[in-house]
C-alpha cells in the first residue's frame, strides 16, 4: 500500500508543470502567475504563427557510483526474472550538456519517471519533463511522453507541451544512444528536440 501511495504521488508531481509567465521574449518574474497575466498572455500570443525552434542537447543516464540519477522505485515480484525488466518503475533526475562530455556545458535536467513495459523487448515508457538552467531558456521546460524501444538506433518521443518559452509547446524529440556500459547501466543519449511554440 505504501508503495502504491509513493508512485501515486511521484506521478502527480509529474503532472505539475512550473508555468512561467512571459511578456514578449522577456520572461517576468515568476511570482506572476495570476489568471490575469495567464489571460493576457493568450490573447497576445494566439493569434501569431508558432516558431520552431530546434535543440540538441545529450543525456546521462547516470544507474551506477555514489550519486546515480537513475533510481528505481518500484520493482514487480518478476521484474529480476524478465530479460526486460518488465514491471521496473524508475525515477530519473538526468544531468543535460550541450555536449557529450559531461563535463561540458549543463543546459538543464531531465526529471521524471520511467517504466519498462515490454515483454517483448526493452523498451521504456517515458514521461519526463525537461527544465532548462541555462542562460537562454531558465526556468521553461518541456514535457516529453512516449515509447523507448532502448536498443534501436533511433526512437522517437513526442514533445507534448512546455512551460516559459515554450508555453503550448508540441513537437518530437529523437534520441540516439551513444554510449551505453552493460556492466553499470551508464548510458549517454543525444537528444534533437524540434518543437513548435508561441
Not at 493569434?47 to 540519477?69: A, M
Request: charged fraction near 15%.
Amino acid at each position: 500500500m505504501e508503495k502504491m501511495v509513493y508512485t501515486t504521488l511521484i506521478l502527480f508531481s509529474i503532472v505539475v508543470i512550473n508555468l512561467q509567465i512571459i511578456h514578449g521574449n522577456d520572461a517576468i518574474n515568476c511570482m506572476e502567475k495570476d489568471p490575469n497575466s495567464i489571460q493576457k498572455w493568450y490573447e497576445k500570443n494566439l493569434h501569431h504563427d508558432p516558431k520552431l525552434t530546434n535543440l540538441h542537447f545529450y543525456l546521462h543516464d547516470i544507474v551506477s557510483g555514489p550519486v546515480p540519477t537513475n533510481v528505481p522505485i518500484v520493482i514487480s515480484n518478476s521484474t529480476a526474472k524478465s530479460p526486460t525488466f518488465f514491471g521496473l518503475v524508475a525515477a530519473i533526475d538526468d544531468p543535460l550538456t550541450a555536449g557529450p562530455d559531461p563535463d561540458s556545458e549543463k543546459v538543464g535536467q531531465a526529471q521524471g519517471l520511467f517504466a519498462s513495459t515490454s515483454l517483448e523487448e526493452t523498451s521504456y515508457h517515458m514521461s519526463f519533463n525537461i527544465v532548462f538552467t541555462n542562460e537562454k531558456y531558465n526556468g521553461s521546460t518541456l514535457t516529453i511522453v512516449g515509447a523507448n524501444p532502448f536498443l534501436h538506433e533511433y526512437r522517437e518521443l513526442a514533445v507534448v507541451g512546455g512551460s516559459g518559452v515554450f508555453r503550448l509547446a508540441r513537437g518530437s524529440a529523437v534520441l540516439k544512444t551513444l554510449t551505453y556500459n552493460a556492466t553499470s547501466g551508464n548510458a549517454i543519449v543525444e537528444y534533437n528536440v524540434a518543437v513548435l511554440h508561441y
